[in-house]
């Protein structure tokens, strides 16, 4: 009988020892997890109709009647015709995309987030821009369509918003997520022209040129041209974990200064300007700082 009791006590002992260690790995695993962590911010639907302040609205630009291609526009509260507003553009990631985290890319406009989270929905003119496939003449949800029309597109919009609805041409910013990300480079710097359109860059979540992809002039040679055509501004690289593999490439560039964030999350998502976290607090900062100059 003492032989048994305590048989069932050292089973007793391992069985209660393994639940209290999967129950910590769990936890470490929840607590790792963005997309447990509430948000304070939700974004606002996109509706049809006319712009307006507090509104986010879908509109197309002159010359694509017939098309089903179309931007997102957002002008913050306080908006008021007349008075000057910087500017958040902002690209997609690609379609299709979801995890075991449970983070998920659609690849639509509707969805960007980090605009809105980066302003807080306030006192800044935000746009989310398709990727523009002239074949279908819709928006492209993974990759680029055609990369020379929405370089056009992005620069037809921006010059629209300027002369519109007062976006300040000297305080334009751009940002993405993922694909997004990498169309900072791949699109935004894609010419001359476009390029000079930008103050600063946020791409969160990679970088171009960081690896090569699937598609024409992705390698590091021709991304570093194209990056060369921002050398002087300033660069806001987020990425989840780790920022180490960017830095590695743009070791020996050179560009102006470079703020480089990784966020202690695995996810890959661009929901954390949603949520109030010390991230957050530090890209605010920092655009503060980079709009002051």
């Known amino acids: 009988m003492k032989s048994f009791s305590i048989r069932s006590f050292i089973v007793f002992a391992c069985v209660l020892a393994f639940s209290s260690w999967a129950a910590s790995q769990s936890a470490q695993k929840n607590l790792g997890n963005l997309n447990l962590i509430k948000s304070d911010l939700i974004?606002?639907?996109?509706?049809?109709?006319?712009?307006?302040?507090?509104?986010?609205?879908?509109?197309?630009?002159?010359?694509?009647?017939g098309w089903n291609l179309y931007h997102v526009l957002y002008l913050p509260p306080n908006w008021k015709p007349g008075e000057k507003y910087p500017v958040l553009v902002e690209y997609?990631?690609?379609?299709?995309?979801?995890?075991?985290?449970g983070d998920i890319s659609t690849g639509r406009v509707e969805d960007c987030k980090l605009g809105y989270g980066i302003s807080g929905g306030k006192g800044m003119i935000w746009v989310s821009l398709p990727f523009v496939n002239p074949q279908t003449k819709q928006h492209q949800l993974n990759w680029w369509g055609d990369a020379d029309a929405t370089a056009a597109?992005?620069?037809?919009?921006?010059?629209?918003?300027c002369e519109e609805y007062g976006g300040d041409s000297n305080a334009v910013i751009l940002t993405g997520f993922s694909r997004g990300a990498i169309a900072c480079g791949y699109i935004g710097l894609r010419d001359d022209e476009t390029a000079k359109l930008w103050r600063a860059m946020l791409p969160h979540s990679h970088f171009d040129g960081v690896?090569?992809?699937?598609?024409?002039?992705?390698?590091?040679?021709?991304?570093?041209?194209?990056?060369?055509?921002?050398?002087?501004?300033?660069?806001?690289?987020?990425?989840?974990?780790s920022v180490e593999e960017?830095?590695?490439?743009?070791?020996?560039?050179?560009?102006?200064p470079i703020t480089f964030l990784a966020l202690p999350y695995p996810n890959h998502s661009d929901q954390w300007v949603l949520k109030d976290l010390p991230e957050r607090q530090q890209v605010r900062g920092w655009l503060a700082e980079v709009l002051k100059k």
Do not use: M
């Open 211 to 241: 690896r090569q992809w699937d598609y024409p002039a992705s390698d590091a040679q021709s991304a570093r041209q194209r990056l060369a055509r921002f050398a002087g501004k300033p660069q806001f690289i987020s990425h989840e974990l």
């Open 92 to 101: 997609p990631g690609n379609g299709g995309y979801e995890n075991r985290l």
């Open 246 to 256: 960017t830095r590695s490439y743009l070791q020996g560039t050179d560009l102006s």
């Open 43 to 65: 974004v606002p639907e996109p509706v049809d109709g006319e712009p307006g302040p507090g509104k986010r609205v879908r509109q197309s630009n002159p010359g694509y009647a």
């Open 153 to 161: 597109y992005c620069r037809q919009t921006v010059r629209r918003i």
